[in-house]
Structures are given as structure tokens and as C-alpha cells.
């Protein structure tokens, strides 16, 4: 058996059978912090039945806003939590796909299709989940350039071609669209010793992706700029694994990357000006694209071409004003590449501000 197989038969089995519920993990890296989720997603949340929730397991909250009437991806969707809420957000006119390898935890998220559409007063499912790969998409006959949104929650980091993944993630997204993830990343590589721990990679350290890893596979898929939403250090509470694991420090980062072909690998300044419309739904006042980028409804904001593209050329044009175009060029925007954020070890994202 490849060291490949064996990996991924332990997972089938800690997800499938030794995981009950969160209190037989080993670690807290797997946990999400519902504090931290925005009141309309907990609201939905509170509808969904409780396996959905009690057997679930992530470590942040990758549903972006804005998604009415889109068609949705959910990598590793486990029982099926992240696909309900977005089944929820999309209405009756979007659709949401689950994808996992795990046959108990599929069979979890069928059970509730039935009970969570008549609870969101849908006459007809707009979900569906197929039992596969995140690494082979097209195995499931998911087409080119065929979804709105890709997310995926603690999940790509147990991949063992994560660049296959990413490969995939891009090949499937229509122009315009957004990977929105939550993930566990690292400041160094993991070294072999702790990658090779068949608990430790379970538990979504052991294949944790390097922040330089990361983005040079983005410049690989031609993003050459991706945005970090959310980051906080994961403490491990666990004594044994935290001696193991020495001087690898650990993250979870929510991040949001487009599918858009004119992205430059610095921030450049073209005079643009943008203003967000106060129209995304439970964003009255103010949006955040990112860390660094915090629209205030009705305020003009100068910008930087990559982020006016992904105002404009998304499905957050009907929300924004964008004024000026790409026809006059200042110079630098004023705002560090990204090639020294991330040597300085910085996980703040791409080339944004």
C-alpha cells in the first residue's frame, strides 16, 4: 500500500469511525469559534439539525457573503453543516454541492436533506452531496468554469497533492468567481517527522500548508494576488503534540482568492475610486473584502487596480461604485508586494494593502 493510501484510509477511518463528536479530537485545531461568526450565519446555524452540528469539524466559518442564486462547491463537506447554511444564503433559484470521501459522514448530511429544506421552506432540494475526491472534480463531472464559489473548511490542508486541488478549485470556477477557505497554515514547513503522523495529519497539522507554499501555488494558477479575510493563532491545547511540534507555529486564515486574469503581483495605482453601496445583505454599513480593506456604505475609498477588479468583474459589481479605469497609471500603489510581506513572514495576504 502507498504511503498516499495508507494516509487517506486512516482518514476515512479517524472521520468515519473514531470521530464522534468533537470531544474525540486530540486537538483543538479542528474547532471553530461560533463567537466568531457574523449573527445572520449563526442564526441559520441554529436551524440545522444537531448530528449535522455535533459531528462536524472545521476551523473557521468559509461562507462568503453575497451568494443569492449562486451555484456553490463545498471541499471536504463533512455532515454537511457549511452546505446547509450556504443552502440557506443561495435561496431557491442557487444550489450547493457537498463533496467528501467519508461514507459516515455522507450519510449524516443525506439524512437532514429532507428535514433542513422543509425547515428553510424550500419545495424542492438545492443541495446535493457526491462521495469523491477534492483532488479529481472532474471524476464527478463537475465542469469547467461551472460554479460561483468554491469553499471548503479545514479540509485541503489533509491533501496530499495540493496542488491538484487548486488545479481543480480554478479549472472549475467561472471567471469572476471566488475560493473562500478557512485552513490551517503555518510560518515554516512542517518538518517530515510530524507530516508523516498519521494523528497529527488527521487532526490538521501535519499536512498544514506553508504560507510561502501557498502562494507560490497560487502564482501557479495565475492569482497573483489573494486575500486574507481572518487569521488567528490555533492553540493546540494539547501538551504531548505541542512538545512534538516544537517550533512550528500554526493558524487558522479565512481567505478569499478570484478567478480574474488581469491581477497584478503588486498593488498598482490607476486613480481609482471605489464606494460600496450598503447592498450586501446583513453588511448595511460596512464591508470587509479583506484584513486591510474596510468599505464604510456610502464613503469613496481609493484603491488599487487588483482590488477594483475584484469589485468590479465579481459578483459584488451590483454593490459597489467604481470610478476610473486602468487607462492612466501612477506608479506603486501605496502599498507593500507581495513578495516582502510574506518574507518578513507576514500572513497578511497577497499584495493587498
Not at 226 to 236: A, D, E, L
Not at 261 to 275: F, H, K, M, P, S
Amino acid at each position: 500500500m502507498s504511503e498516499v493510501a495508507g494516509k487517506t484510509d486512516y482518514l476515512k477511518m479517524y472521520y468515519g469511525k473514531k470521530l464522534q463528536g468533537m470531544q474525540d479530537l486530540e486537538t483543538s485545531a479542528c474547532c471553530c469559534n461560533d463567537e466568531l461568526l457574523h449573527p445572520d450565519i449563526r442564526e441559520i446555524e441554529r436551524q440545522l439539525d444537531n448530528e449535522i452540528l455535533a459531528k462536524f469539524y472545521g476551523c473557521g466559518s468559509p461562507i462568503p457573503p453575497s451568494l443569492e442564486g449562486c451555484t456553490v462547491l463545498d471541499l471536504g463537506c463533512g455532515t454537511g453543516k457549511d452546505v446547509f447554511i450556504a443552502s440557506r444564503l443561495v435561496g431557491p433559484n442557487g444550489f450547493v454541492t457537498g463533496v467528501d470521501m467519508t461514507d459516515e459522514q455522507l450519510n449524516v448530511a443525506w439524512k437532514h436533506v429532507d428535514s433542513q429544506m422543509k425547515k428553510f421552506g424550500y419545495s424542492k432540494p438545492n443541495t446535493e452531496f457526491k462521495k469523491g475526491y477534492i483532488e479529481d472534480l472532474n471524476e464527478l463531472n463537475i465542469a469547467d468554469e461551472s460554479l460561483d464559489v468554491v469553499m471548503s473548511n479545514c479540509v485541503i490542508n489533509l491533501s496530499e497533492d495540493k496542488r491538484k486541488v487548486f488545479s481543480e478549485i480554478f479549472r472549475v470556477l467561472k471567471p469572476g468567481g471566488e475560493l473562500y477557505f478557512s485552513d490551517v497554515f503555518t510560518g515554516r514547513r512542517v518538518p517530515e517527522y510530524l507530516a508523516d503522523d498519521p494523528l497529527l495529519h488527521s487532526e490538521c497539522l501535519g499536512g498544514a500548508m506553508y504560507i510561502e507554499d501557498f502562494r507560490r501555488m497560487m502564482r501557479e494558477e495565475g492569482c497573483l494576488d489573494y486575500r486574507v479575510v481572518s487569521r488567528h493563532k490555533i492553540k493546540i491545547n494539547n501538551p504531548g503534540i505541542e512538545v512534538k511540534a516544537g517550533m512550528v507555529d500554526f493558524y487558522s486564515v479565512t481567505v478569499r482568492a478570484f478567478k480574474l486574469e488581469n491581477l497584478e503581483d503588486i498593488c498598482e495605482d490607476y486613480g481609482q475610486v471605489a464606494q460600496y453601496l450598503g447592498t450586501v445583505p446583513g453588511y448595511p454599513h460596512a464591508f470587509e473584502l479583506d484584513e486591510h480593506h474596510r468599505f464604510i456604505a456610502g464613503k469613496p475609498m481609493l484603491v488599487c487596480g487588483n482590488t477594483a477588479s475584484m469589485l468590479q468583474e465579481t459578483r459584488f459589481a451590483r454593490h459597489f461604485k467604481v470610478a476610473g479605469d486602468r487607462s492612466s497609471h501612477y506608479g506603486p500603489f501605496e502599498c507593500a508586494p507581495a513578495s516582502e510581506k510574506h518574507s518578513s513572514n507576514d500572513e497578511s495576504g497577497g499584495a493587498c494593502c
